[in-house]
């Protein structure tokens, strides 16, 4: 989470609001999608994940950095419940 002076509110940073635009679109299930207990995300083929979808989110289409952001907030998110 990123603190904004300006409005006082706690704002999810970039790097969760992007992810969960990206896991929660329905046309890209057939890549990706949400778990069966809505709670985990799925990638059903990895070798399109990085190149098909990454760049239209974020600067890169590395999907090990995607993997290892996704771990930090996850480990901080646990730490927090």
Not at 15 to 33: C, E, N, W
Not at 50 to 58: E, H, I, T, V
Not at 61 to 77: E, L, Q, W
């Amino acid at each position: 989470m990123v603190f904004s002076v300006e409005s006082q509110k706690t704002v999810p940073a970039p790097f969760l609001t992007k992810a969960y635009q990206l896991v929660d679109d329905p046309r890209i299930d057939h890549i990706g999608s949400w778990g069966e207990d809505e709670t985990t995300f799925v990638v059903w083929r990895p070798p399109e994940f990085p190149g098909d979808l990454l760049p239209n989110y974020f600067k890169h289409n590395n999907f090990s950095s995607f993997v290892r952001a996704s771990s930090m907030i996850y480990a901080k998110a646990k730490y927090f419940l």
